[in-house]
């Protein structure tokens, strides 16, 4: 009779001990799991940031040497080249919001990686027609909704100086091509997504349109 008491004592014993420590390796599971997320979180926290402050770094970079290409080729006769088949760089500069940029020509992933770029087949800055130029809302042209009637915007292209003053801003759907009509006249449009700060795709374009006021 003891003996057989004794065994029971030991089966429950047993079973406490094994209810007890299956408790506790679940815990310890949950826990490390927990350790295992918040690591992983933390790892593409750190590696987006680095993406960014990568890709901000160089962006500045590539746009520092294309303002130096383009300092370059303005400090030297117009006769004489830099390369036979050298296409003229164009520096946009609007002085209420600070932009200091050089325009690449295309509207791909790199050349709005590069600076604010000229839509292919648009009229080119200074000549007559519309000259669309479209550029990031969190870069180049992250301040450009803040461009009033009257403001200044100046193209400096091949040793002249364009100086446009905008006449001109409005809200449209990505579907609006109107946006891109041709001109009569001289006619600057500079376009980003908006809203500004929106996260994720933005669902609209922002549409700044500035006329020729003065050729120098």
């Excluded at 992983?40 to 970079?61: E, I």
């Excluded at 390369?83 to 200091?100: A, D, G, Q, S, Y």
């Excluded at 609006?176 to 374009?205: F, H, K, W």
């Amino acid at each position: 009779m003891a003996i057989q008491l004794r065994k029971e004592q030991t089966k429950l014993w047993l079973a406490r001990a094994w209810t007890h420590a299956g408790g506790s390796t679940s815990a310890d599971c949950s826990r490390a799991a927990r350790q295992y997320f918040g690591t992983l979180l933390l790892s593409l926290g750190v590696l987006l940031s680095a993406y960014v402050v990568g890709t901000y770094g160089w962006m500045y970079h590539q746009q520092r040497a294309l303002l130096h290409q383009w300092q370059i080729a303005n400090a030297r006769p117009m006769s004489k080249p830099l390369f036979t088949n050298e296409t003229p760089l164009t520096r946009i500069l609007i002085p209420k919001i600070k932009l200091n940029a050089i325009i690449t020509e295309g509207v791909s992933h790199r050349a709005l990686t590069l600076g604010p770029g000229h839509l292919q087949y648009s009229a080119i800055p200074g000549e007559i027609g519309n000259s669309v130029v479209a550029g990031h809302r969190d870069t180049f042209f992250r301040h450009i909704y803040e461009l009033k009637t009257g403001d200044d915007i100046y193209v400096e292209r091949q040793g002249k100086e364009f100086h446009y003053v905008v006449t001109g801003k409005r809200v449209v759907e990505p579907t609006d091509l109107s946006v891109l009509d041709n001109s009569p006249e001289p006619r600057l449009t500079l376009i980003t997504c908006y809203p500004v700060y929106y996260i994720g795709p933005a669902p609209e374009r922002l549409v700044v349109v500035a006329e020729l006021a003065k050729q120098g």
